[in-house]
């Protein structure tokens, strides 16, 4: 092309690097024109990084390829002059060069748009013309140069004169091409091919000058703006080059010093999920953990490595380590969770999980009994059953089922609505003496919302007031269509007395089971459902988990809601510890890290670090999600809002229960309480005992405190006497819910169904034959009394209520031991005391109950 020809007059001459030299070595009165010349030819050898290596120590492009040289072979005060000229250039290069590049980049955007707004055709047949006329321009020129040339080599080389007699130079058309272009704004001209060969040729300088610094910046300025260049050299120049060197300085001094960190540091895509841990965080930045925590202090963080910091802050301590952060979703995070469908071939069979449903006192938990032959509804407080149970048993046929018994239909909904679909089947207990009552009413929506499907067991036809036909009557009038009448809802005749009809009933499970074709895949990772959880003393949190699908393993790592943890142990319904658990079977499972709540879904990952991150990003999640529901997080801010609420018509309560299951069943139950006027509104429910924190959130909102089959510690009882906060216990649900009823109406009389009269605590506990384990007793609070009814606490949490069998001061049976007196006490049908256990002796009053 043009410049490679240009280059050929000077290269026979010399050669390149030659002839850089020469022009070097040139009076400095006259380098500009000289290195005019030597820019246009050095910009079309690029590729030849050798020019700069072969320019003289001294020279000014010697200087800035290699500062440290700088001093060789030079007398200071030409330094000093060289440094100056080249300061000024770099410093008019700057502006000029922020210019240039706007101008650049625009001229580049409509450049292309305009190339794209042109057709192929258009376009090779312009091309095509360019081409032959490109080659009759150059093979005039060459003729042209050729002549040239060959004045040249007889005159003296660096004549100015020559380089102008060239007509028109190499130089000169360039720069008038490079105005023409940059100055284009008609459509594209026939120039357009040339003006791309220029801006190519701009983009290798650009190259050039990013690699060999000011020397080429030098050269090139001094070729544009030789005047201005010229001024640089006088007085304008020196206060600006003074400046100037002392940013160039700075500027090397900063480069020696990064580069002696800057070579091994490498950066790293950290993978950012919504919070991480700081360790963690850290870790995969593949920083010391410390320097991380100094990192987020100096941003006024203070935080240790086991805390979470969420992910904006985490990404601006990534970008100060100069690390790219990669933001990941929820679904990543949970992405290690094995949801790989299961092939057809690997699975199997599995037992059906049925859920007993029904009204109070039809019969569920003696249906559910009768079936295992075990008898645990005489030891039940009022005859309710509180606590959700899971348990297999084996029919007469081989056939294996999983039974839960749920306290309630609330449970089965709220475990629904965190995702747990855990039933296959609904066997709806409907008493012959009693036919379809509400809550039978309200178990049949349940299981249709569920699209479960529904057995009948109409019990109790023992009775002679039975009328099972009623029950089959009354099951159509809510849209549930028996086989009798021509439905597909099987019944079966059943008393869970004597035993009758059970056995068809589990033929009948087994069938509708067999229809329904319920399989797992026993071979991967498990996957379960929380039944109920709750924080056992000694044992820790415990879990009554129902493996759905997989098998669980001792040693398996898992994540359960916003827990997660290592199985440490399974035991099973019998209370037997087992090494695994298959589809379908109900495990009580230790080693939790905390206490999932009932319907959270367990699942089996890979690494400890998984199972955190995606509880962890859980926690998160439902912070963030309460959050933005303006519901309150902190205790303080749950009063602040209960203070702010006052002035609305509702009953604030707080609930405290034995279990999980219980407390979700009460907050269920209690939330459908109320009209327009008043509504029942829970503050806050858990497990446990009564806190002082329960009694001072309760005081701050004028909230009783409810304890279902649980007490208020020491402090909290103190707490709640010197602040006047009512605490009420119960140990049935439905009287809770019925006085909750009457209270929000402004029923409730000021009377309580029953009070407390003592509290004896267990010294020792004595085995006597014929009586059982009888409780040495310090009487510590009012009065024991024979004829009382007495409950007995473990950590503040009821685990008996029952009559005294005995109460005995000395060798005497006696009605009253008065506080601060030692006595004997035995319970009736009951022998689990400990030593430290806690008996509560109540008395029940008669109150009118309005309903
Ligand atoms: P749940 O509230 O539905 O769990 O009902 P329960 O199982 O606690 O039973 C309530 C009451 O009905 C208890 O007193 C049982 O003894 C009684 N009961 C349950 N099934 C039968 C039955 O088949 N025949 C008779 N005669 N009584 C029954
Ligand atoms: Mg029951």
New binding site residues.
Partial sequence: MSDTDGKKPLGVGGGAGRSGHVKQSFSHGRTHNVVVETKRKRVVVPAKPGAGANARPGSPAALASDPSKRPAGISEAEMERRLKALAAAKAREASEAEARAAEEKAREEERERRRAEIEAKEREERERLEALRLKEEEDARRAREAEVRAQKREETRAKPAATEARAPSPADRAAAEAAASRAETKGVSTSAPRAKTDRERDQRQDDNNRNKNARDDNRRTTGKLSVTQALGDGEGGRQRSLAAMKRKQEKARQKAMGGMVKPEKQVRDVQLPESIVVSELANRMAERTPDVIKSLMRMGMMVTANQAIDADTAEIVIEEFGHKAVRVSDSDVEQVIDMVEDKAEDLQSRPPVIT?M?????????????IRNANV??G?AG???QHIGAYQVKAKNGAILTFLDTPGHAAFTSMRARGAQVTDIVVL?V?A?DAVMPQTVEAINHAKAAKVPMIVAI?????PAANSQKVRTDLLQHEVVVEEMGGDVQTVE?????G?GLDQLLEAIALQAEILELKANPDRPALGAVIEAQLDVGRGPVATVLVQNGTLKRGDIFVVGEQWGKVRALINDKGDRINEAGPSVPVEVLGLNGTPEAGDVLNVVETEAQAREIAEFRIQQSKDKRAAAGAAITLDQLMAKAKADQSVAELPVLIKADVQGSAEAIVQALEKIGNDEVRVRVLHYGVGAITESDVGLAEASGAPVIGFNVRANGPARASANQKGVEIRYYSIIYDLVDDIKAAASGLLSAEVREHFIGYAEIREVFRVSGIGNVAGCLVTEGVARRSAGVRLLRDNVVIHEGTLKTLKRFKDEVKEVQSGQECGMAFENYDDIRKGDVIEIFEREEVQRKL
């Fill in positions: 007993i029904g009204h109070v006192d039809h019969g569920k938990t003696s249906t559910l009994d009768a509804v005489s039940e005859g309710i059953t207990v008493a003496d019990n109790k036809i023992d009775k059943i008393s869970a007395k004597t009758q």
